[in-house]
Nanobody, 124 residues
Framework: QVQLEESGGGLVQPGGSLRLSCAASGRTFSSYKMGWFRQAPGKEREFVAVITPSGVITRYVDSVKGRFTISRDNAKNTVYLQMNSLKPEDTAVYYC?????????????????WGQGTQVTVSS
């Protein structure tokens, strides 16, 4: 099993930046693909980004391509989401998730472990 804890959320003006972190417990972090999802009020949880266990392959939802970067440090059991050029529509609770099964996954239902989420608010 793995336990996840997000941090780094907050209030930022449009055009600003934030870096989210997700710290994982357990010795097998490097075996998990890691995903970031977000959920805005009244909306379903949405895929944002995923990174393979080695960190070589990443994928993003179209709306964040070129603005967000997912990365990981397996030595620190941590995955990051660097968010630049933030827009009001990026406002949501952001969750990290872990999955050990084969292949990239883009649906929240396919991830086994979740953090508690961190609020990101983009507003002037």
């Amino acid at each position: 099993q793995v336990q996840l804890e997000e941090s780094g959320g907050g209030l930022v003006q449009p055009g600003g930046s934030l870096r989210l972190s997700c710290a994982a417990s357990g010795r097998t972090f490097s075996s998990y693909k890691m995903g970031w999802f977000r959920q805005a009020p009244g909306k379903e949880r949405e895929f944002v980004a995923v990174i393979t266990p080695s960190g070589v392959i990443t994928r993003y939802v179209d709306s964040v391509k070129g603005r967000f970067t997912i990365s990981r440090d397996n030595a620190k059991n941590t995955v990051y989401l660097q968010m630049n050029s933030l827009k009001p529509e990026d406002t949501a609770v952001y969750y990290c998730a872990a999955d050990m099964t084969y292949g990239l996954k883009y649906s929240a239902s396919e991830y086994d472990y979740w953090g508690q989420g961190t609020q990101v608010t983009v507003s002037s």
